[in-house]
């Protein structure tokens, strides 16, 4: 197990190295010129010589990438070029944002579409099957930002039950940290549920028509543990789904944050971008690839786990 967990690290660190030099290098060709971007129009030459010499942009492409990346092998993801204040910092109060709706996220849609999967794969054919098809089919067909303007409609203005926008901390109040998080995460998760949902489903099916469950039930074992069995081998399925499904909503948070004007990295992505803020956004990259490759070690420990063979591979 720990050559099979160093192997999965050292994969790990190979992702994070590959995605760094491509991010670092596509970001400076597609921004030619940061300057003019963080300066306006309005600049003089002179004044975009200066930024350029200040932060460091006059120097070679390469010379800027070994600076920068010897500066990430020591903890340190350099300056903001919008307001020169340290990119980790800045991070290190946007991150807590989208980590708790993109979990909470995560964690609704892992429950809800665990449990819908399971009824569903159980009684195929049934109501609660059908039923469950056309509710996937039409979340799949509703946009995400319709999703979230209705959830505001009904249940932070009509009903007002949860706020409309903001964040609370959750060392200021952990009611208010989690109503504020509660609407942002439903919408992202909505979607994700379908995803669980299926896959679990055509997972318990198929293993529903292996011999060992014909062979449980000959031998007089209970529903519930044949079930229980049932689970442990379609779990790697929907596993997989729920890990890809958080890679996929710390992106789609970028739109959420956006509408329920959360502080998160997400909006800080939105606006980075369009101040062409080169080191946060490769700050934000980096940070982004270790959630991936943590969360893709922890699928395959799981995994490996649940089932043996996976190690050996």
């Given at each position: 197990?720990?050559?099979?967990?160093?192997?999965?690290?050292?994969?790990?660190?190979?992702?994070?190295?590959?995605?760094s030099?491509?991010t670092?290098?596509?970001a400076?060709?597609?921004?030619?010129?940061?300057?003019?971007?963080?300066?306006?129009?309005?600049?003089?030459?002179?004044?975009?010589?200066?930024l350029?010499?200040?932060?460091?942009?006059?120097?070679?492409?390469?010379t800027?990438?070994?600076?920068?990346?010897?500066?990430?092998?020591?903890?340190?993801?350099?300056?903001?070029?919008?307001?020169?204040q340290?990119?980790?910092?800045?991070?290190?109060?946007?991150?807590?944002?989208?980590?708790?709706?993109?979990?909470?996220?995560?964690?609704?849609?892992?429950?809800?579409?665990?449990?819908f999967?399971?009824?569903?794969?159980?009684?195929?054919?049934?109501?609660?099957?059908?039923?469950?098809?056309?509710?996937?089919?039409?979340?799949?067909?509703?946009?995400?930002?319709?999703?979230?303007?209705?959830?505001?409609?009904?249940f932070?203005?009509?009903?007002?039950?949860?706020?409309?926008?903001?964040?609370?901390p959750?060392?200021?109040?952990?009611?208010?940290?989690l109503?504020?998080?509660?609407?942002p995460?439903?919408?992202l998760?909505?979607?994700?549920?379908?995803?669980?949902?299926?896959?679990?489903?055509?997972?318990?099916?198929?293993?529903?028509?292996?011999?060992?469950?014909?062979?449980?039930r000959?031998?007089?074992?209970?529903?519930?543990?044949?079930?229980?069995?049932?689970?442990?081998?379609?779990?790697?399925?929907a596993?997989?789904?729920?890990?890809l499904?958080?890679?996929?909503?710390?992106?789609?948070?970028v739109?959420?944050?956006?509408i329920?004007?959360?502080?998160?990295?997400?909006?800080?992505?939105?606006?980075?971008?369009?101040n062409?803020?080169?080191p946060?956004?490769?700050?934000?990259?980096?940070?982004?690839?270790?959630?991936?490759?943590?969360?893709?070690?922890?699928?395959?420990?799981?995994?490996?786990?649940?089932?043996?063979?996976?190690?050996?591979?």
């Amino acid at each position: 197990m720990l050559l099979f967990t160093l192997k999965r690290v050292g994969a790990g660190l190979v992702l994070l190295f590959v995605v760094s030099i491509a991010t670092f290098f596509l970001a400076h060709f597609a921004i030619s010129d940061p300057t003019a971007a963080l300066l306006g129009t309005s600049a003089t030459p002179a004044q975009q010589a200066a930024l350029a010499a200040k932060i460091g942009i006059d120097e070679p492409i390469v010379t800027q990438f070994r600076t920068w990346f010897t500066g990430v092998l020591h903890g340190d993801l350099g300056m903001s070029w919008r307001n020169f204040q340290p990119v980790s910092e800045q991070l290190a109060t946007k991150v807590p944002v989208t980590l708790s709706v993109v979990t909470f996220a995560t964690l609704i849609m892992a429950v809800v579409g665990t449990a819908f999967g399971l009824i569903a794969g159980l009684r195929p054919g049934g109501w609660f099957d059908r039923v469950t098809k056309a509710v996937s089919v039409v979340l799949f067909a509703l946009p995400g930002f319709w999703v979230s303007l209705v959830l505001i409609t009904w249940f932070a203005i009509d009903l007002k039950w949860f706020p409309a926008v903001g964040y609370v901390p959750l060392e200021q109040s952990a009611t208010g940290w989690l109503a504020s998080i509660t609407l942002p995460a439903v919408s992202l998760a909505l979607g994700g549920i379908v995803a669980v949902a299926e896959q679990l489903r055509n997972a318990v099916l198929s293993a529903s028509r292996q011999d060992y469950v014909r062979t449980l039930r000959s031998r007089g074992l209970g529903s519930r543990a044949v079930t229980t069995h049932l689970l442990r081998n379609s779990a790697p399925a929907a596993l997989t789904t729920i890990a890809l499904m958080f890679v996929g909503l710390l992106s789609g948070s970028v739109v959420v944050e956006s509408i329920f004007n959360l502080p998160g990295i997400g909006q800080l992505t939105n606006q980075s971008s369009q101040n062409g803020d080169i080191p946060m956004l490769l700050g934000i990259t980096v940070v982004s690839v270790v959630f991936v490759v943590i969360v893709n070690l922890l699928l395959d420990l799981v995994l490996g786990f649940l089932n043996p063979k996976v190690r050996v591979k």
